[in-house]
């Protein structure tokens, strides 16, 4: 698959902070029920991680979960083995109701790296992005300035975003104007 | 002539001495100079021209009240009208322009208007614009455009030089206002751990506190301000921004910041403006008040300042207004402007007082330093036309006889003072009229309320009604912590600091000065100048009958000018009162909106402008179709080619070349738009019977079906190809536009109605990148790509899907076509699209294939009699108006839509339903819209429409021009000849036919 290529295809931009093309992230789309055991058991031999809570975001060695509505996950995994997760999911969620769903190519991701990647963010988001209603591990599926996105941290100065693919311009020249040097309005970090 | 004095001062730093330019004259000023002192500093008190007289108008006052002194500022793309002298921070090579003048400010031609200010009366456009209709294009509007106007409009081919973001912001407590209670409350609820945002319009701190000379905890008042700041900014939990303005108050503690962060220094790089977002748990506006002018006549003559202005431009910016300043008051306040400008060595005349007695401690050592007082007195009249040279003096209770004139070169008013409401009142907090203070107050006990019923806005100090500097710091401390223990903090019930002013003695409510100010006197007496509103207007209204004051204000235009009548809405609604014999409160004031003062519509814009003004969703292919000829139209938010131009080739000539294409040989379509929603689980071939007019659940695995669906109403809302993946699940194409649209519908359906069906749906358009082959070559292609599937007419049919891989990308060709000719829609994953399409060019090299645009689509589609959602659908058409009864299932008892396609009025015979239109002459096309008629005409004198065209294209296959149309008795009528009108007055002949056109039969794409 060396032909696959991301939207903006590894660009990258130094500001305020650093926006940074994450390249393709394999991500799979699974709906069920929260409280069958096998939907848990399902996810756990997937991506190796029990189910998150509310507005969860988990990452671990095998890959990752996010809570993204009372009936939906979004699954992380390495680009190339999306569809081998969802095959895994059918067969071990077989006779069960449940959807899942390569969703790889259908969207952007993008690492922001700083001290000021919450500001940044809270330029477009109404989101509380103040490091005491946001914390790493909490995902928040919101908007950014006209366009719907979700992101969450990944470490403390750390940001990661996605949206859909064919947005993923408008994002990133979104966020490269958000983070332009000199224009945090230091509102987080402020005393 | 105003000056800069040798001492005062506070805010300008004398040492650093900058440069503007005021139309066309260099001038200087300093550092902390605002452009209003810097322009009194310079002698310049005549700032502009009024909006409707063309009066010539000097500065009023210091802060963003201020109705006269608006200036066009900047240059090029950095040029914006009405800017407030007053708000203006000065900066080095500033450039502003006086506005509302021709052909100069000091000799206007509009002045004559002044002349005819006796035929400018209350209502006067609307009683003079009535009729006859034909002046309104040839009189009124060209002589009232040139004539009216505030400022002038940005050059249209200048972009604004400057860019403004927004941010969002959450705190507890928001305390609008940097005031002595402001600050005080900041500091109260910081103190409880709340997190506070403090926001202060200017750059400086402290409100009129320094100004008036207020001592705190026995200090100078700044003293404790510089000390409290400190505090405030010491702590962790408090956030300080200056140059912000508290803008406008909504509903669920929603509050709009309005920072400049470079107006005052423009060489600073970064956004001009950012917008605040803010939502807090409570809102606390410590926004102060505003003086009001008095009203007696010629109070608009340039020099005629409020007394609180005066005191300003001279303690904060060292600027004196004149040498005799003349007060006149009805309060104790105004006395500090007379002590001010007597301790600094200018002289005062007199203060006007209209009170019969004045006996306060200011008013007593006024007269101590041997100013000349005269109570129960009024102003007469202003003397002078540029600038004050004299006043009149009359009796407060008489009609206006002059008794008495002195020389003077400016007036210092006060009428009282008004508390600042307007956020308090925003979003529907109440005020109370407190006659003893002359003003309106809110009603703490009806602030507006929050989502869980208590009120979220609190006020205090000044803005609060305390207008004495003890209590107003008392009430900031107050209620800080009672904003703070609102919004869930344990705040200190501590000592507030103590302050410290001379007392006041009563104030005297005055409305007109003199009391019984005679006619001619009125109608020199305005009340708001920016809208040049006179004291006569008013009255004339409530002769006429307005009693409401939001109607007197449209009528007479009072407080409708960019101040919002900051000055003049008390003062001209007792005028009203008093016209009415009513009680002030029944009066009421007119609604407070936000924003309380004009913020830039770039701040209103944000980020959003250039590339970012609206989203654009692209394909995979979308920048090899920009950098390969493609001619972009708007489809939805996405961007597609209406064609693919070559070089040398018009964009007809290109549609032309690219339906023969793909009819001779073949072409490849960008179809990745198309939206893709999954629907799965036991009940989805059910939950689609009840989507699709036609029948899904009996579609075989492998195969494709066209299905509508229908609103509620019965009107055709979409419709697409329908592929069953397995037994569960299905995958439901839409169209375009649709995609999110119809998702969203599915969702409702199962979320709300249907919540116990087993089906769940995932919207994967942006998963795929669908790229049609499409033409007699197509299946040749895709083989010399390479792949693994059986593409042939036996192993994969019309209407039917295969998985496997064509040149080496996973692949899922759909069999199915919408132009009439072998075609494949071939979905790939999204980030191998470019791959697959420059693989299939490559492949169809040997056939000549090119890429074709969305014309090309749809004339090949209209070849075809196929309809288009949005051409033959408006949202009023039914599938039966368009010849699909056959893709409406009789056998299902339900479906989104039957039960409303069964009323009289859509089973009505006189439907106008499709057909296809050939023209009598093969070379003329319909005009699209075009309305088919019958010769007759209605009652109404209007031509009797029986149809109209929905599509309408030439045809390079047929050679000649074709139409679809929905017309009366249509199918019944083919081969009649009916005729549809131009807008010149002609029609066109046209024979009605079968919508199909081109290969009825289907022998093209069965092969």
């Known amino acids: 698959m060396s032909d696959a ?187 | 002539m105003s000056t800069r004095l040798q001492n005062h001062g506070r805010l300008i730093d004398r040492s650093m001495r900058l440069e503007f330019n005021w139309n066309g004259k260099r001038l200087n000023g300093f550092k902390g100079d605002t452009l209003a002192s810097a322009l009194l500093a310079n002698g310049e008190m005549l700032v502009g021209r009024s909006f409707k007289y063309h009066r010539p108008r000097g500065i009023v006052a210091s802060g963003p009240e201020e109705p006269n002194a608006l200036v066009g500022l900047g240059q090029g793309g950095k040029y914006e009208p009405n800017q407030r002298a007053t708000t203006t921070e000065l900066f080095n090579g500033l450039t502003a322009k006086s506005q509302n003048h021709w052909p100069s400010l000091e000799f206007d031609v509009g002045g004559v208007n002044r002349v005819m200010t006796r035929f400018f009366p209350a209502g006067f456009y609307y009683k003079t614009f009535m009729a006859p209709s034909f002046a309104w294009k040839h009189v009124f509007e060209p002589v009232i455009r040139k004539a009216a106007g505030l400022g002038a409009a940005p050059d249209p081919e200048e972009r604004d030089a400057d860019r403004y973001e927004y941010f969002y912001a959450h705190c507890d407590v928001l305390v609008i206002g940097g005031g002595i209670a402001g600050l005080a409350a900041a500091l109260q609820a910081g103190k409880s751990g709340a997190k506070v945002l403090l926001l202060e319009q200017e750059n400086h701190f402290g409100g009129r506190a320094p100004v008036d000379g207020v001592t705190i905890e026995g200090k100078p008042a700044q003293d404790w301000i510089d000390a409290t700041v400190a505090a405030l900014d010491s702590m962790e939990n408090v956030t300080i921004r200056t140059r912000t303005m508290g803008a406008g108050v909504y509903d669920h503690g929603y509050a709009l910041g309005y920072e400049r962060l470079t107006d005052h220094a423009p060489e600073i790089a970064g956004p001009r403006h950012r917008l605040w977002r803010i939502r807090a748990k409570r809102i606390l506006t410590a926004t102060g008040a505003i003086e009001r002018p008095l009203s007696f006549a010629g109070n608009d003559v340039p020099g005629v300042m409020l007394a609180g202005a005066v005191r300003d431009y001279m303690i904060n910016h060292g600027v004196s207004v004149g040498d005799g300043v003349v007060v006149a008051t009805n309060n104790d306040d105004a006395y500090r402007t007379a002590i001010a400008l007597k301790e600094a060595g200018l002289d005062v005349p007199a203060v006007i007082d209209a009170r019969s007695t004045a006996t306060g401690p200011l008013v007593e050592k006024a007269r101590a330093m041997g100013i000349r007082v005269e109570t129960g007195t009024a102003i007469s009249s202003v003397y002078g036309n540029k600038k004050v040279t004299s006043v009149g003096l009359c009796k407060q209770s008489g009609e206006g006889t002059k008794t008495d004139e002195l020389d003077c070169d400016a007036v210092a008013m006060s009428g009282g003072w008004s508390p600042v409401v307007h956020l308090w009142s925003h979003c529907g907090g109440k005020l109370n009229w407190d006659s003893e203070m002359a003003m309106f107050r809110p009603d703490p006990s009806r602030p507006p309320l929050g989502a869980d019923g208590e009120g979220f806005v609190l006020v205090a100090g000044t803005a609060n009604g305390h207008l004495d500097a003890a209590a107003a710091i008392a009430d900031g401390h107050a209620v800080g912590a009672q904003a703070a223990s609102e919004a869930g903090f344990d705040a200190k019930d501590d000592a507030a600091p103590l302050a410290e002013s001379e007392a006041e003695g009563p104030i005297l409510a005055v409305w007109s000065m003199p009391q019984g100010q005679n006619k001619k006197l009125q109608m020199k007496t305005f009340l708001d100048y920016q809208n040049d509103v006179k004291v006569s207007d008013v009255r004339l209204a409530a002769q006429e009958g307005y009693e409401s004051v939001e109607h007197t204000k449209r009528y007479t235009t009072l407080g409708m000018a960019t101040d919002q009548g900051k000055l003049s809405n008390i003062n001209g609604l007792a005028v009203l009162a008093d016209s009415l014999n009513a009680e002030i409160p029944q009066v009421g004031t007119t609604t407070f909106r936000p924003p309380y003062h004009p913020i830039s519509m770039g701040a209103i814009a944000g980020e959003a402008r250039g590339g970012l003004f609206k989203v654009l969703r692209r394909t995979p292919m979308h920048d090899w179709t920009d950098s390969n000829g493609g001619v972009w139209e708007p489809v939805a938010d996405w961007r597609r080619p209406y064609c693919y131009q070559q070089a040398g080739e018009s964009v007809k000539e290109a549609v032309n070349r690219e339906i023969l294409q793909t009819r001779n040989s073949v072409s490849i379509l960008d179809a990745s738009t198309l939206g893709k929603i999954i629907v799965k689980g036991p009940d989805a071939g059910k939950f689609l019977d009840m989507l699709y007019t036609n029948m899904m659940s009996t579609l075989k695995v492998g195969r494709c079906r066209y299905g509508l669906m229908c609103s509620e109403n019965g009107f055709l809302s979409d419709d697409g190809v329908v592929a069953r993946l397995d037994e569960d699940t299905f995958l439901c194409h839409t169209t375009s536009g649709g995609s999110d649209r119809i998702h969203a519908w599915m969702e409702e359906w199962l979320q709300t109605e249907w919540w116990d069906w087993k089906v769940y749906t995932a919207n994967v358009t942006e998963q795929y990148a669908q790229i049609g082959i499409v033409g007699p070559n197509a299946r040749k292609v895709l083989e010399k790509m390479g792949t693994d599937m059986d593409l042939s007419a036996e192993a994969l049919p019309f209407m039917a899907f295969a998985d496997g891989e064509i040149a080496g990308i996973k692949a899922r060709p759909y069999r199915i076509s919408f132009s009439g000719e072998l075609s494949y829609e071939v979905a790939v994953p999204a980030a191998q699209g470019q791959a697959f399409w420059d693989a299939a060019l490559a492949a169809g090299k040997e056939f000549g294939i090119t890429p074709y645009g969305t014309e090309a689509l749809h004339v090949m589609r209209a070849e075809k009699g196929f309809i288009m959602i949005g051409d033959e659908t408006d949202g009023t058409v039914i599938p039966q108006d368009l010849g699909l009864n056959w893709a409406i299932s009789k056998k299902k008892e339900d479906f989104l839509g039957k039960r409303a396609q069964q009323r009289p009025h859509m089973v009505d015979p006189k439907r106008w339903r499709l057909v296809g239109l050939e023209t009598e002459d093969p070379s003329v096309v319909i005009p699209d819209g075009a309305y088919a008629v019958d010769g007759t005409t ?26 679809m149309g929905l017309v009366e008795d249509g199918p019944e009528r083919m081969g009649d000849t009916i005729m549809f009108a131009r807008t010149d007055g002609t029609t066109i002949n046209a024979k009605i036919v079968d919508p199909v056109f081109l290969d009825k039969e289907g022998a093209r794409q069965n092969v």
């Not at chain 1, 058991?41 to 009372?70: I, N, T, Y």
């Not at chain 1, 992380?76 to 999911?89: I, N, P, Q, S």
């Open chain 1, 5 to 191: 290529v991301s939207v903006v295809n590894g660009a990258s931009f130094d500001g305020a902070v650093q926006v940074k093309d994450a390249g393709l992230v394999g991500m799979v789309t699974l709906r069920g029920d929260f409280t069958s055991d096998s939907l848990a058991k399902a996810v756990k031999s997937a991506v190796g991680l029990a189910l998150p809570e509310a507005r969860q975001v988990k990452q671990g060695a095998k890959g990752g979960v996010a809570w993204m509505s009372p009936d939906e996950l979004l699954l992380f995994c390495e680009y190339d083995t999306a569809d081998a997760l969802v095959a895994k999911l059918n067969k071990a969620l077989a006779g069960e109701h449940f959807l899942a769903v390569n969703v790889s190519d259908a969207r952007a991701s993008f690492t922001l790296k700083g001290a000021g990647v919450r500001e940044v963010i809270a330029k477009g988001s109404p989101a509380d992005l103040s490091p005491e209603a946001f914390r790493q591990g909490e995902i928040r599926r919101s908007r950014l300035g006209q366009v719907a996105v979700a992101f969450w941290l990944s470490g403390p100065d750390t940001m990661e975003l996605v949206c859909f693919r064919s947005v993923g311009s408008f994002v990133y020249d979104w966020l490269c104007v958000a983070a332009e040097k000199g224009t945090l309005p230091e509102y987080f970090n402020a005393g």
């Open chain 2, 938 to 963: 209605r009652a109404n004198g209007v031509k009797n429409m029986i149809g109209r065209i929905t599509s309408t294209y030439y045809s390079p296959t047929l050679k000649r021009s074709i139409a």
